[in-house]
């Protein structure tokens, strides 16, 4: 049995293309580990809040010397790496804003990239802290960002496989649908999308 992340972040509800993509690796990932069990995050229904100064104080804070606020403060990036710590594989639906990830994933990045905890420079180095997990990023844009003009535009996928990477998290796949508003392909678009979940090997 396998236990699966989904991390949903797009807005759109039933009309995003992220989760439409997210569903239909979901479904793949279900029909190779049948006994599977999915936990959705819903970053849109349920944000975690962003860093505040007691945040941060509250990461640096030995567990000892916590006051109440710092425990408040601190349960969302508790429960957040716990949640993930817990996952074999994380599917994260990525929707492409102003050439970026949703603020609503920065957040939830914020609160499981945590010193001593899921990275460690301990050895003199930066080191992972969250191993033997497999990440698929289901990323969707109305323009066309994986090759040609716009690449450079693309902030989702370089900046979360740096991050993910750093925090441990090596082993990424990258499907997206893309050119969903552009003439020509928009009416493509899904269908070439689904092909490549279709032919990837999970």
């Given amino acids: 049995m396998k236990k699966i992340l989904n991390i949903v972040s797009s807005v759109k509800g039933k009309d995003s293309f992220s ?3 997210s569903n239909a690796i979901l ?3 279900t ?3 049948p006994d599977s069990k999915v936990n959705t995050l819903n970053l849109a229904e349920n944000p975690l809040p962003h860093l505040e100064e007691v945040h941060i104080a509250s990461f640096f804070t030995p567990q000892n010397l916590q006051t109440n606020q710092h ?3 601190i349960k969302h990036s508790d429960k957040a790496i716990k949640e993930l710590m817990e996952a074999d594989i994380i599917v994260i639906g990525v929707p492409l804003y102003n050439f970026g990830i949703p603020s609503t994933l920065k957040a939830w990045i914020d609160h499981i990239a945590r010193a001593g905890v899921t990275f460690s420079y301990a050895n ?3 080191e ?3 191993l033997n997990k497999k990440v698929y990023l ?3 844009s109305g323009g066309v960002y994986s090759d040609g003009p716009m690449k450079s535009f693309d902030f989702t996928e370089p900046y979360l496989k740096a991050v993910l990477g750093f925090l441990g998290m090596k082993d990424v796949a990258t499907f997206r649908v893309e050119g969903t508003v552009v003439p020509n392909l928009k009416e493509t678009a899904w269908t070439k999308a689904l092909e490549s979940v279709n032919k990837y090997a999970f």
Wanted: aromatic share 10%.
């Fill in 124 to 126: 003199g180095f930066p």
């Fill in 19 to 21: 989760i439409k993509l």
């Fill in 27 to 29: 479904e793949k990932l």
């Fill in 71 to 73: 425990k408040e403060a």
């Fill in 31 to 33: 029909s190779v580990y």
């Fill in 128 to 130: 992972g802290l969250i």
């Fill in 138 to 140: 289901a990323i969707a």
